[in-house]
């Protein structure tokens, strides 16, 4: 007899499990990121377009073929027809891709989380040097958070080029994020403002790509929490809900990013003012108080017309003071979290609580959202009698997480931030979109929307309106279409791929070309899941044509 499908304690643990998995660190430092790059406020006219015709119909769609197959991506997309297993494949690749590199994050987080308890925090000052005479010159060039994320954190190398052995101390942090991974999942279910910019067809695409990934579309998460369902389960409304509510989030997250980018443009902008200003005192033997924020331009132009050749000395010394340019400044991704976050908590009153606050509120997100991409590869491989006929699901779940850390060890290296960067940036975008693109075509046109349709009245009781079987047939898949050809000509046109590495001597990041074996990896990572799909299609097919040449009759 088959075995019995477990299923969730209630249908609140399922809703809590995907919002948990959609809402995570690209909530917090990707969209108040694009906020900012396109236009503030505005990009919500976008974003939220595309959160009803892209992100709403693709989530039920995905949760709806979760909850009809009862199994996870592989045997999901086999059901609906054989040629469709590289889809679910893909997915797993592609979800793997996602787990050895995003809990890395948490790794990061678990370092600041134990790093936060000291007094001062130790990324609030400057390090002194070795002879005791002044600060790090590498840390007075950057600053004391830089300092403390790219040398004491990372102990970044100033090349991809230039590997680095691994560093112990995040290593250990990896490995304590992946044994907090594995008592999570070891019993599965059972325990788990310029308007202008909306003429910009970057904005859209952006808006449209932030809801993709933020939803986790495509990685086979929700298609596996879904499988666990009663059939019966009202999908359509769990879609809704995680929707409006992952994007409820990411609202919050911008506003709260947004008063922390101000309070830090405003202090940097006078720590700035101030610098100039004893600058000016020291040099011009001027009386203390007698240069101000409010007269420092004025007495700027009267020192470079009375004393020019002193002035000239010195005019390469000041530094232009500008709070629109600080307000200006757009980051994203670690240098968000681990930086302008913590350089807004060191000047805040009572910094060591709102770090632990901060540091553990990153960790619980990044554990939802690892959670899930575990989830994605754990449910197809314990769906496989062949697998787990052999090991018990315990020991599934801990060979895929003692892998997936030894393979995360290379981001621990000297070298380690700019393969995480290579990553986060090409493991899963073009993946994604080709992955969602062919699941919509084939439930839409192989499997059969209007087939699809009665089965779901018949497992719900409710029947499928318009709104989700337009955007189904016709609106997602065209959206997806455009978004594929943006980004294929966006990579045509870029050239050669660059990235950012941090240089020491200067105390910034600079620009430099991949190297060749770099972008040979860059193009495996594309390709070792995209390529599943055709691939699998293709050996299908030879099987089955070897099949009827065996069977067919002899003349």
Not at 87 to 94: F, Y
Not at 117 to 138: A, I, K, M, R
Not at 294 to 311: G, H, I, M, W
Request: with cysteine.
């Amino acid at each position: 007899m088959e075995k019995v499908r477990p299923q969730w304690g209630h249908q609140r643990q399922f809703v809590l499990a995907c919002i948990s998995y959609a809402v995570g660190l690209g909530n917090v430092w990707r969209f108040p990121y694009l906020c900012q790059l396109y236009g503030g406020g505005s990009f919500l006219v976008p974003y939220l377009i595309m959160l009803f015709v892209e992100g709403m119909p693709l989530l039920y769609m995905e949760l709806a073929v979760g909850q009809r197959m009862r199994q996870g991506s592989i045997g999901a997309w086999r059901t609906i027809s054989p040629y469709l297993s590289g889809v679910g494949i893909a997915s797993v690749v592609v979800s793997f891709f996602g787990t050895i590199y995003y809990n890395v994050i948490n790794a990061w987080s678990f370092w600041y989380l134990f790093h936060s308890f000291q007094d001062p925090l130790p990324w609030s000052v400057c390090p002194l040097n070795g002879n005791h005479t002044g600060y790090e010159e590498e840390c007075e060039k950057a600053s004391s958070t830089q300092y403390f994320w790219y040398r004491k954190t990372l102990n970044i190398s100033p090349s991809i080029q230039e590997t680095g052995g691994v560093q112990w101390e995040p290593a250990l942090c990896l490995i304590l994020a992946w044994l907090m991974v594995y008592l999570c999942i070891l019993r599965g279910t059972e325990s788990t403002g310029k308007v202008e910019q909306l003429a910009n067809p970057k904005t859209w695409v952006n808006a449209a790509t932030q809801i993709f990934f933020s939803l986790g579309l495509g990685f086979g998460s929700l298609i596996a929490f879904a499988s666990y369902n009663e059939p019966s389960s009202n999908c359509q409304k769990h879609a809704i809900t995680v929707s409006l509510i992952n994007s409820s989030t990411s609202i919050f997250a911008s506003i709260v990013t947004f008063s922390i980018y101000g309070f830090k443009a405003t202090f940097n902008y006078e720590s700035c003012l101030n610098k100039v200003i004893l600058l000016l005192t020291n040099s011009f033997d001027l009386e203390d108080g007698s240069v101000t924020a409010s007269n420092l331009e004025q007495v700027k132009d009267y020192l470079a017309s009375t004393d020019p050749s002193r002035y000239s000395e010195v005019f390469p010394l000041i530094k232009n003071c500008s709070l629109e340019s600080e307000l200006d400044t757009a980051v994203q991704g670690t240098g968000l979290a681990f930086i302008v976050y913590t350089e807004a908590i060191k000047n805040m009153e009572v910094s060591q609580l709102w770090s632990v606050l901060y540091f553990f509120m990153l960790l619980v997100l990044g554990i939802g959202s690892m959670l899930g991409n575990t989830a994605a590869i754990l449910t197809p491989l314990t769906d496989s009698k062949l697998i787990t006929g052999h090991l018990p699901k315990e020991a599934i779940s801990g060979l895929l997480c003692l892998i997936s850390c030894a393979v995360g060890l290379v981001f621990t290296m000297e070298a380690g931030n700019y393969w995480f960067d290579i990553f986060n940036e090409y493991a899963a975008t073009l993946s994604l979109l080709l992955i969602v693109l062919v699941e919509t075509i084939a439930l839409c046109y192989v499997y059969g929307l209007r087939r699809f349709e009665n089965e779901l009245q018949a497992m719900t009781g409710r029947a499928l309106n318009w709104y989700w079987k337009a955007m189904w047939a016709c609106v997602s898949p065209l959206l997806i279409i455009g978004l594929l050809l943006f980004y294929l000509s966006d990579y045509i046109l870029t050239g050669t791929l660059q990235y950012q590495a941090w240089d020491a001597t200067q105390g910034q990041l600079v620009t430099k070309d991949y190297p060749a074996y770099a972008l040979a990896v860059i193009g495996l990572l594309v390709a070792s899941s995209t390529m599943c799909i055709p691939l699998v299609a293709l050996g299908t097919f030879i099987m089955h044509r070897c099949k009827r040449g065996d069977t067919a009759p002899v003349a």
